[in-house]
């Protein structure tokens, strides 16, 4: 089994490149923020929880997304790996997915990374603002929380994965196509 990581700062474009990479390469898409926002969708208790936190940039406890991943490892079948969007966020949750797969005798294939400045994440999360009306993606305050969280919490994953050496960067700034002409080249020289 192949387990990709598709990594980046809030609004990169993960989401976007998600849904080719997913097709071209028969992969599952596991997309902690789109699980947390059908939780919120559907009212649960855990839903009113994360919907606090994720609605003030924050993020959600650990313990929570790591649930949320291993189940979706033992219910799926079928495919030739996965494709953790926005998994892990922090180094509890790296740490927490290398003990899940080696338990299984397995690993994180690479990390795939899309890059872009601070500018630009304002930007892009604001005219999706404008178009999805999510309302994490509501309020300045809120984009500026979600930058630092990423910078303190987050960022530190590139140290952590360029040691293992499964770290592989793509520059983000570029047109989605472009993008996406990128990882492409990029998965097959893995
Ligand atoms: P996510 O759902 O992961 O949201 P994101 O980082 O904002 O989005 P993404 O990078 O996928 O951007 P997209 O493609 O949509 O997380 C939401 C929240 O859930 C987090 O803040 C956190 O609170 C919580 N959460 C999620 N996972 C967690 C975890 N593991 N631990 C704890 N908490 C967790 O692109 C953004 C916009 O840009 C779109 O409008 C798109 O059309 C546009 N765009 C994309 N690429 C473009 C390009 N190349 N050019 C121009 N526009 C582009």
Redesign the pocket.
């Known amino acids: 089994m192949k387990y990709f990581i598709l990594f980046?700062p809030?609004?990169?474009?993960?989401?976007?490149q998600a849904a080719a990479m997913v097709e071209k390469y028969n992969l599952r898409h596991i997309?902690?923020?789109?699980l947390?926002r059908e939780e919120i969708a559907k009212g649960s208790e855990l839903g009113l929880k994360a919907k606090a936190?994720?609605d003030d940039?924050?993020?959600?406890p650990d313990e929570v997304?790591e649930g949320m991943i291993e189940n979706t490892f033992k219910t799926t079948k079928g495919v030739s790996g996965f494709l953790l969007?926005?998994?892990?966020?922090?180094i509890a949750?790296a740490e927490a997915l290398d003990k899940m797969l080696s338990q299984n005798s397995e690993e994180v294939t690479s990390v795939v990374s899309i890059m872009i400045p601070d500018e630009m994440i304002r930007e892009?999360?604001k005219?999706?603002a404008s178009?999805e009306g999510r309302a994490?993606d509501a309020s300045d305050e809120t984009i500026t929380n979600?930058i630092a969280t990423y910078h303190a919490k987050t960022e530190p994953l590139v140290g952590y994965y360029r040691q293992q050496g499964k770290y592989r960067e793509i520059d983000?700034t570029?047109?989605?196509e472009e993008?996406r002409a990128g990882i492409f080249s990029l998965m097959e020289s893995l």
């Open positions: 980046g809030p609004g990169a474009g993960k989401g976007t997309s902690t923020g789109a947390l936190l994720i940039g924050q993020l959600v997304v969007d926005g998994f892990p966020r922090t949750q892009r999360i005219h999706r178009i994490d979600r983000g570029g047109s989605i993008v």
